[in-house]
């Protein structure tokens, strides 16, 4: 059996490193011959885990932030063999291991590839790009972008909300239009988020009806609001019942085209993406993953 592990020396606080020797003998002890790839730039891991599908990679294990793992998962989606897939958080933010219930704590995590419970999970397309958690549109998501690596890293989902309050304050209006399964929305929000899991800028259970593998967009309409409404969604994003706001509506749906009147910056799984017009769709139980079991 052959294992790739795939790690960003990089990411989070570096410290990869320090976890890498105990991850191969993980690996090792599990009986996989283990090839191991260090990324050194932007897109390396795309193109080390499109190699692991031609190779015919038993088990692909990656470590790093949401970007690398969003990296991975960008090389394993349009392959015809994609190997059982799983990875150790280091990032900051970590909204995908959040939400697959992989433990944060990269001791913890390294332990768990031990086990062999594996789910088939769902993956979003975006344009010809792939993403396994959040696509957020609106002047926020724009803010976000701009936080500072060095504020994520001290802050975590705290840059998040600041840059948020930001946005908010400064007010831009813009009529989107969101072509659905079920019929046409039009509507000046103030944030768009188009959901696969449960967990956004580390709020877990932020999207409480979103689970890994429903095949399903679900996609949240923030509404333009004042500040005091935006206090008490604040409120119930941390109490995980930010759907039952009226200041919130709800889709759910398989793909989705939205439009803006003026182009709008998206965020994909926490970096910078396109521009509207966008078309979304989810590739249900895409990619076979190993994830502890939830109890
Ligand atoms: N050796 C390297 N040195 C510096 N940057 C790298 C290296 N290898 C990859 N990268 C960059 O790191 C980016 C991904 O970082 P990653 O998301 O894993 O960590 P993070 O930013 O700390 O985590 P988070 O996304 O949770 O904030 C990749 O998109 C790539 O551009």
């Not at 705290?158 to 046409?184: C, P, R």
Request: charged share 25%; with cysteine.
């Amino acid at each position: 059996m052959k294992a790739m592990f795939i790690y960003n020396p990089s990411s989070g606080k570096a410290d990869a490193e320090q976890f890498k020797e105990t991850t191969i003998n993980v690996l090792e002890g599990l009986g996989y011959k283990v090839i191991i790839k260090e990324t050194e730039k932007q897109n390396d891991a795309t193109v080390f885990a499109k190699e692991a599908c031609a190779e015919k990679i038993d088990f692909l294990l990656a470590m790093g932030g949401d970007g690398t793992i969003n990296e991975v998962v960008n090389g394993l989606a349009e392959q015809l063999h994609r190997p059982l897939f799983s990875f150790i958080p280091l990032g900051t933010v970590n909204d995908f291991a959040r939400a697959l219930g992989i433990p944060l704590d990269p001791h913890l995590a390294i332990e768990a590839v031990k086990m062999s419970h594996t789910q088939m999970v769902d993956i979003g397309q975006i344009g010809d790009k792939y993403f396994m958690n959040i696509v957020a549109i609106g002047e926020i998501a724009s803010r976000v972008a701009e936080a500072t690596v060095e504020q994520k890293t001290k802050m975590g989902s705290l840059a998040y909300l600041l840059e948020g309050m930001k946005a908010i304050i400064s007010d831009n209006e813009v009529e989107m239009t969101i072509t659905h399964d079920s019929g046409i929305w039009k509507g000046t929000p103030l944030l768009l988020l188009v959901a696969l899991t449960n967990s956004v800028g580390g709020f877990e259970k932020m999207i409480n009806s979103a689970e890994v593998n429903d095949g399903k967009l679900h996609i949240y309409i923030i509404k333009q609001a004042g500040l005091t409404s935006i206090a008490r969604m604040g409120a119930k994003i941390l109490l995980g019942n930010l759907e039952k706001d009226n200041g919130v509506e709800m889709i759910e749906t398989s793909s989705v085209l939205i439009e803006s009147k003026k182009p709008l910056y998206c965020n994909v799984d926490g970096d910078e993406g396109d521009c509207t017009p966008l078309e979304i769709k989810v590739l249900p139980k895409h990619i076979k993953m190993l994830i502890p079991l939830k109890d």
